[in-house]
């Protein structure tokens, strides 16, 4: 059922990413920016002065996008640096170079390949252990593997999400990083070891519902159409 499991896939994933983004996006502050005292910090800034909009189908973009901190337009207020996603692309285009486009981009590499595989392993797991042979896994089965599979998977991740996301705002802070190791050398230098782990208690507060969803409305659509 190719066609079937693609549609589902792709429902699933997108439910997943309306329910994330929001906590997605103080992550990215979180990693990025050192002006919060901590999460609920930076939820309450981020909604008094800016509504929480940011779509973009690059990474890269996104992040750009989620760390602006300039408000909606209001009269009198500064425009934002960006006024979506397009002209986000083509600015970073014109002030760095194509190339300014893949900043970040073995990080992201990095950070998916093994963490996928951590993912998906987790949860046929979890239901295997938790299901009769020859049954489907149950509603909560599912909801409980797919939001620990997600919590595990970001566990592992964290770290490069981190380095991902710094080596991403570089350009727009002129500093220029000679690669993941650089990057990771000098955040570990002025900041200590923690630095590697910010984010994580948002990253698993935001993984569990959200690859708790994904996974249920995945499975559940291909029981519909099957």
């Not at 792709?10 to 906590?23: E, N, Q, Y």
């Not at 973009?61 to 083509?90: D, F, M, W």
């Not at 020859?134 to 770290?159: D, E, H, K, R, Y």
Request: glycine content about 10%; hydrophobic content about 40%.
């Amino acid at each position: 059922m190719p066609v079937e499991e693609f549609v589902a896939g792709w429902i699933s994933g997108a439910l997943g990413l309306v329910l994330g983004h929001p906590f997605d996006t103080v992550k990215v502050r979180l990693q990025t920016q050192t002006t919060y005292r901590g999460i609920i910090d930076c939820m309450v800034k981020t909604y008094r002065h800016e509504s929480v909009y940011c779509l973009a189908p690059f990474d890269l973009i996104k992040v750009r996008l989620q760390n602006q901190t300039e408000p909606r337009a209001r009269p009198g207020s500064p425009p934002p640096r960006y006024r979506g996603p397009v002209h986000c692309a083509v600015s970073i285009c014109q002030e760095e170079g194509p190339r300014g486009l893949f900043r970040g981009a073995w990080a992201l590499t990095l950070r998916d390949t093994p963490t996928l595989g951590i993912y998906f392993v987790t949860y046929e797991w979890l239901c295997r252990q938790s299901t009769p042979d020859g049954q489907n896994p149950s509603l909560a089965t599912v909801l409980v593997a797919g939001g620990f599979a997600g919590i595990v998977s970001w566990a592992v991740a964290t770290p490069l999400d981190v380095i991902k996301s710094r080596m991403q705002m570089a350009g727009l802070k002129h500093r220029v990083y000679r690669g993941v190791l650089d990057c990771m050398a000098s955040s570990v230098r002025q900041e200590g070891l923690g630095v590697f782990f910010r984010g994580l208690t948002i990253n698993s507060a935001r993984a569990f519902p959200v690859n708790a969803i994904t996974f249920l409305s995945y499975e559940y659509l291909l029981r519909w159409w099957g």
